[in-house]
């Protein structure tokens, strides 16, 4: 692994990157291509007339974007300022924008047109200052400008009214930032860059302190690993398909900055749930690396269009955000050739802990290996090491662990310990070969007549039936049990011989010993999700507790 002291902070490494890599494609958006050169001006000229605002320094800018090049621009020209990325999910309600705002104290904000109701909703004294608004339109090239206004004029008579009088347009200020004068900040690797809001180890939203270092570390140990399958390829330009949000942590250090550190073409996809115009895009630009979420992968494999991509470019597969599916892996692989690696990782570690190799043949059904300079401990609830094989918390600890919670230092007290390990509030154990698998949260953990039980352990038996969409089981109070098994199901309705409540618990007893199998089945029409792909179990719970 290259040394973390190579660079002296983040914007170091991304500077030597728009460098070395002028010449190259940096991003696709909407069909513009960007090159490095010319993120290299716009993320300066987003910079400069950041630091025209004349804010202190450090200060705190949120961008909620979706993946559009200006996410990219904003995310490199802030860090270039000097001053704190928020990263905001634009699908927020006004409630939980409002409170992250709130949180962080942000000073500028630029968002999506599409969301800025959302914005207009929040309590005016939660909201940035300075607001930046970008179009559909924004930053695509003039001979094409006439088609997206087309576009952003129908847009637009959907998108819900909003009023922010002191916002300006994305292309005012990099024109006025052009026009500024652009200081490079000094910056120190143990700096604040970026404040990765997460439930994490708390429950609550919390701004994890992600430093320069932290990021430049994980950067780097992304590399490492990637290096086996991808050394024979480069320097040559890579695609990396970018389905994930970059304003999620996995996305932003690997689809962002680690691509943009390797010199690779980063195809930005504004829409992943729209699979036909996702699988023309694949066509199209025929991948190298493709990092997706469970949810992502088992959505692909059910388009029969799918199944006539040429995957003869693809090298790495990632997966990351949740469980991968052992039969999602197996139709994967038999499809592509490839092997979905899988890793683990948090808002807290900027985001990766463990990996399996790039290079591996067979899905491991486990999150791989320690990435380098990191140790993987599995404690009890006294902190003490457990054996292998034994189920205990994760610890982690390294050089890409977080510097703490944002103003919180109870939180931070209590989520690493004093040695510095990172309490991660994950239940996993380590295998012989020193390999990690993830268990489930621990706060997810259901005990029925005093065994404990893991929720994910029960997704994955009922994932496998070929009738089964998708599935998530939770704890119900129950009288005798203390809590019972309630498994949710989304059928595939395209199976001829369709679902029962009685067939799915016979197929459970047959793989599952009987305090694990679901008491009650509901059939469900979708499962609630963060926009990553993960179930939000807590709202499958608060139901049941009516009678659901």
């Known amino acids: 692994m290259r040394s973390i002291d190579s660079y002296s902070s983040l914007v170091d490494l991304l500077d030597q990157a728009l460098t070395s890599h002028a010449d190259r494609v940096a991003c696709v958006s909407m069909g513009r291509e960007m090159t490095y050169r010319e993120l290299n001006q716009l993320s300066r000229d987003w910079a400069a007339w ?70 207009d909703k929040v309590d005016q004294a939660y909201q940035p200052k300075t607001v930046v608004v970008v179009s559909p339109g924004s930053l695509q090239p003039l001979p094409k400008r006439w088609l997206i206004n087309v576009v952003a004029k129908h847009v637009k008579k959907r998108v819900p009214a909003w009023r922010l009088p002191n916002a300006v347009s994305f292309e005012r200020v990099l024109s ?13 690797p143990e700096d604040v860059a970026i404040l990765q809001y997460t439930g994490g180890t708390t429950g609550d939203p919390r ?62 996809v504004i829409n992943p749930r729209d699979l036909p115009a996702l699988i023309d ?20 494999l059910r388009q029969s269009a ?22 999602v892996a197996q139709k994967w692989q038999e499809l592509t050739g490839k092997t979905i690696v899988e890793g683990y990782g948090m808002s807290e570690t900027s985001p990766v802990i463990c990996a399996n190799p790039t290079d591996c043949t067979v899905f491991s059904a486990t999150v ?20 292998d094989g034994e189920v205990g918390e994760i610890a982690v600890k390294g050089p890409q662990v977080m510097q703490g919670y944002w103003r919180a230092p109870a939180a931070t007290a209590a989520a690493i310990t004093q040695d510095g390990f990172l309490l991660t509030g994950d239940l996993g154990f380590r295998d012989a070969q020193g390999f990690i698998k993830i268990v489930d949260r621990k706060k997810d953990m259901i005990v029925v007549s005093g ?39 989304v059928a595939d309705q395209t199976v001829v011989d369709g679902l029962t409540e009685q067939g799915l618990k016979e197929w459970g007893r047959g793989q599952l010993t009987g305090y694990k199998c679901p008491k009650t089945v509901v059939f469900v029409d979708s499962l609630p999700k963060n926009t990553v792909g993960k179930t939000l179990r807590r709202l499958l719970i608060a139901p049941t507790k009516s009678g659901v």
């Open 50 to 119: 950041l630091q025209s605002l004349g804010l202190p320094p450090k200060s705190r800018v949120a961008i909620m974007l979706p993946n559009v090049a200006a996410s990219l621009v904003c995310l490199v020209g802030t860090l270039r300022a000097g001053h704190l990325v928020v990263n905001v999910n634009p699908l927020y309600t006004p409630r939980e924008l409002g409170g992250q705002l709130k949180d962080c104290e942000a000073d500028v904000i630029v968002v999506f047109e599409s969301f800025a109701h959302v914005l």
């Open 176 to 188: 006025e930032g052009h026009r500024a004068t652009f200081e490079p900040p000094a910056l120190l």
């Open 207 to 268: 701004g994890a302190m992600l430093t320069h270092r932290n990021v430049v570390a994980n950067i780097l140990q992304v590399e490492d690993i990637a290096d086996p399958v991808l050394r024979d390829v480069l320097p040559n330009p890579l695609t990396m398909l970018t389905a994930l949000p970059l304003y999620h942590v996995f996305a932003m250090t690997v689809c962002a900055f680690y691509a943009l550190h390797a010199g690779m073409r980063v195809v930005l």
């Open 281 to 300: 895009l694949w066509k199209k630009e025929s991948p190298h690396v493709f990092p997706a979420v469970n949810t992502l992968y088992a959505a692909l």
């Open 306 to 327: 799918f199944e006539q991509v040429d995957f003869s470019r693809l090298r790495i597969a990632l997966g990351g955000g949740m469980a991968v599916h052992p039969t």
């Open 368 to 387: 791989g290996l320690p990435l380098p300079q990191t140790t993987v401990l599995i404690v009890d609830d006294a902190q003490q090491p457990l054996p």
């Open 451 to 489: 065994f404990n039980v893991y929720p994910a352990e029960i997704d994955q038996v009922f994932a496998a039936h070929p009738a089964v969409l998708d599935c998530a089981a939770v704890g119900v109070a129950d009288d005798v049990t203390g809590h019972a098994i309630r498994l949710f199901v």
